[in-house]
């Protein structure tokens, strides 16, 4: 009777331990998700030699344009997240989006060389604002922020827009520039996080990450 049950004892032991390790290879194995195709947000993540995966989330990206320009962004983040984070609910997942919004007017990316002229044309000389909204979904929690930097150009002249047009990067780009290419010959100043501008404020993305609870190598 004794040797039963010491010996249920040293089963029940060795199926918890079976157990814990299997939690704590699941913890080692935390999986993060950047739920974006921009090659600039990746380039970001990657530099800070952060092992994840990439998933494009191809949602709709309509907005209501009666909302706040930081609404928008969250809003958009969120969708982009959330389609990846229901595909993969035990992995942390990063959604982002971003706007420019000049004189109250939300510029995003231009369909063609015209209307990227138009854009420069109006960010010319004058001050706007990058909004970029993140939205981050752990396997328990979901946060979301934004941040908010100016943009000063300088005066332009036709010829500078047209043979900034003419490399063709301003059309995958909220505003029709690039201030971590060419772009930033337009820059006169920022006040603000320029990673924000490039499409992901990534001091505060990472500090919520690690508030999350996502292990971070550093
Ligand atoms: C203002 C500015 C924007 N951008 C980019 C960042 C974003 O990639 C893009 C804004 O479009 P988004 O819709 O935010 O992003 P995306 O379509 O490129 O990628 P996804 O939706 O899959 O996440 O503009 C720059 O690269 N540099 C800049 O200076």
Redesign the pocket.
């Known amino acids: 009777m004794e040797i039963v049950s010491k010996k249920r004892i040293w089963y029940d032991k060795l199926v918890s331990s079976f157990f814990e390790t299997i939690l704590r290879l699941g913890d080692l194995m935390q999986t993060l998700i950047l ?7 990746k380039e970001l993540l990657e530099n800070l030699h952060l092992t994840f995966e990439v998933c ?2 191809d949602v709709d ?1 309509t907005y209501n344009p009666d909302h706040t320009p930081e609404d928008i ?1 969250m809003e ?1 983040a969120k969708r ?1 997240a959330e389609f990846v984070a229901r595909r993969y609910p035990t992995a942390f997942v990063i ?6 919004v000049a004189n109250e007017q939300v510029l ?2 231009p369909n063609d060389e015209n209307e990227a002229t138009k854009m420069l044309q109006q960010l010319s000389g004058s001050h706007h604002f ?1 909004y ?1 909204g993140v939205s981050i979904f752990s396997p328990t929690k979901h946060v979301e922020f934004f941040e908010k930097t100016e ?1 000063v150009f300088w005066e332009l002249t036709d010829e500078e827009i047209y043979s900034y047009v003419n490399t063709g990067e301003p059309m ?4 029709a ?5 060419f ?1 930033r010959l337009l820059v006169k100043k920022i006040n603000g996080d320029y990673f924000s ?3 992901l404020p990534l001091s505060k993305t990472i500090r919520e990450l690690r508030m999350l609870g996502y292990d971070l190598p550093f």
Do not use: F, W
Not at 35 to 41: N, Q, V
Not at 95 to 100: E, H
Not at 172 to 175: F, I, L, Q
Not at 177 to 181: H, T
């Open positions: 739920a974006s195709s921009s090659p600039r947000r494009s989330s990206e962004v958009l982009k959604g982002s989006d971003t706007i420019v995003g990316k990058v970029t943009v995958d780009k909220a505003g520039y690039g201030i971590q290419g772009g501008v490039v499409g």
